[in-house]
């Protein structure tokens, strides 16, 4: 029961997330007519989202650890801002009405934003 509630606060703080990214960082949009459509494809992309960090994430690092160690994990910054775009992509793919316009800088700053927020959130609300 603690994996599934550990679960769904992860996919909640995540959407809140994404919704924050779209009204602060230039070139996310949100495309939704209704507040039920909208908090369907936050709630969707959300997912996206987690499943792409969950199974690219440790294949990149894996295969890209000498870059990790070059850059002292600057990389980072990069490939978090490609996965979110990735993500963007995939819900265009899926019909949902989430865009990201370009790398730089909205992906970029926008993976950065969902990163610290989710983390943020995830410290305030998992709390016992």
Not at 18 to 31: R, V
Not at 38 to 54: D, E, P, Q, S
């Amino acid at each position: 029961m603690d994996f599934l509630k550990g679960l769904l606060i992860r996919l909640a703080s995540t959407a809140v997330a994404f919704w924050l990214a779209t009204l602060i960082i230039p070139g996310i949009t949100l495309n939704a007519e209704t507040v039920t459509e909208k908090v369907t494809t936050l709630v969707l992309v959300a997912a996206i989202f987690g499943v792409v960090n969950a199974v690219l994430q440790p294949i990149i690092k894996t295969v890209g650890c000498g870059f990790y160690l070059l850059t002292l994990g600057l990389i980072a910054l990069v490939v978090n801002g490609l996965l979110f775009l990735l993500t963007s992509w995939i819900a265009g793919q899926a019909g949902l009405p989430f865009h990201v316009d370009g790398f730089w800088p909205a992906a970029l700053l926008g993976a950065l934003f969902v990163s610290i927020v989710t983390w943020l959130l995830g410290t305030v609300l998992d709390r016992d």
